[in-house]
């Protein structure tokens, strides 16, 4: 989807959600705009755009959402990532491995044929 296309569909959804609620803040969404929205949401995350984002451009809370997608079974997950420069260090100039764990896990200070033998010693 392009940007012009995201935007455009952003746009039009919004307008139907602010029609179906009538100026009624706590007003009830038809069904079909709720699919509609939850799709626009899953398409947004393949983009990176989270939920608060989109939230925001169709003028509803994210938690509307949040329970949109539990309703419909919306099962994706958003991932942010970041990419990082390799990085051209030998295992012996680097510092002492560290590791830290958020959502994902991270090892600093290994080249790749480092990682791969510190996991094959652990299994």
Same mark, same amino acid.
């Not at 803040?25 to 929205?37: I, Q, S």
């Not at 509803?60 to 990419?83: C, D, E, M, P, Y």
């Not at 002492?96 to 791969?116: H, N, Q, T």
């Given at each position: ?8 569909? %952003?746009? +039009? $959804?919004? &307008? /139907? ?5 009538? !100026? @009624? ?11 509609? %929205?939850? +799709? $626009?949401? &899953? /398409? ?5 755009? !989270? @939920? ?11 938690? %509307? ?59």
């Amino acid at each position: 989807m392009t940007g012009k296309t995201w935007d455009s569909k %952003t746009a +039009e $959804l919004r &307008d /139907a959600i602010a029609s179906a609620k009538s !100026g @009624r803040p706590n007003a009830h969404v038809p069904m079909e705009l709720r699919k509609r %929205t939850v +799709e $626009l949401v &899953d /398409a947004g995350r393949e983009r990176g755009i !989270g @939920r608060k984002e989109i939230a925001t451009a169709l003028g509803i809370h994210q938690t %509307t959402i949040s329970n949109w997608q539990q309703q419909l079974g919306s099962q994706k997950r958003f991932v942010r990532a970041r990419v990082v420069a390799r990085r051209e260090t030998k295992v012996e100039e680097a510092k002492s491995p560290s590791m830290r764990r958020l959502r994902v896990m991270v090892i600093d200070g290994l080249d790749l044929a480092a990682l791969e033998v510190l996991l094959r010693s652990r299994s």
